[in-house]
């Protein structure tokens, strides 16, 4: 059984940076990618990056550059997602997901229970 | 402004059939990257409902297809349920983003 358990909720600051991880269990971790998908409050998924661990390659999407960085340690199966500069639009819950390393197009077939930051003075 | 483009909601009785569409463009959908379909009920973690435009996950029912043509793709639910009310979310991969997947806005799914 595929799970992704990541961890607690969190308070920032705004100007400070925040990491989640995500430890995977059931499967093969180094045969996956794991993605960090935000959801802001009522608002829809935004795709941020991913990271093949089994090469700890990390791509992100343009909106993000700069400010996440994406990491994965293989020996213990966990992937964390680090966002830096944080404003009040970062707050969000942040699901990490997993997806198939083949195919052009992946799909996300497990997700994670999702993590709630705010962001807050 | 999402990448992907699906109508904010849709509606049906139970028992109806409802279709979710979901545009894209020439670099994502219409060039021929597969689209995916996630079911969100509230408070929890989108689930895969459709892969590769028309496959389901095992345990999804029958009831819920997928299909694409050209630069746009659609999510068909008939028997409509109760328990089918959710926010229902396209997604792909675009080309032209840097490698990135790229999500539709979400339609939200009421069964009156």
């Known amino acids: 059984q595929v799970q992704l358990v990541q961890s607690g909720a969190e308070v920032k600051k705004p100007g400070s940076s925040v990491k989640v991880s995500c430890k995977a269990s059931?499967?093969?971790?180094?045969?996956?990618?794991i993605s960090w998908v935000r959801q802001a409050p009522g608002q829809g998924l935004e795709w941020m990056g991913r990271?093949?661990?089994?090469?700890?390659?990390?791509n992100y999407a343009q909106k993000f550059q700069g400010r996440v960085t994406i990491t994965a340690d293989k020996s213990t199966s966990t992937a964390y997602m680090e966002l830096s500069s944080l404003r009040s639009e970062d707050t969000a819950v942040y699901y990490c997901?997993?997806?198939?390393?083949?195919?052009?197009?992946?799909?996300?077939?497990?997700w994670g229970q999702g993590t709630l930051v705010t962001v807050s003075s | 402004q999402s990448v992907l483009t699906q109508p904010p909601s849709v509606s049906g009785a139970p028992g109806q059939r409802v279709t979710i569409s979901c545009t894209g463009s020439s670099s994502n959908i219409g060039a021929g990257y597969d689209v995916h379909w996630y079911q969100q009920l509230p408070g929890t973690a989108p689930k895969l409902l459709i892969y590769?435009?028309?496959n389901r996950p095992s345990g999804v029912p029958d009831r819920f297809s997928g299909s694409k043509s050209g630069t746009s793709a659609s999510l068909a639910i008939t028997g409509l349920q109760a328990e089918d009310e959710a926010d229902y979310y396209c997604q792909s991969y675009d080309s032209s983003l840097s490698g990135s997947s790229v999500f539709g806005g979400g339609t939200k799914l009421t069964v009156l």
């Open positions: 590769g435009n028309s």
């Open positions: 059931g499967g093969t971790f180094s045969s996956y990618t």
């Open positions: 990271i093949i661990p089994i090469l700890g390659i990390a």
């Open positions: 997901a997993r997806a198939d390393l083949s195919g052009s197009s992946p799909y996300f077939d497990y």
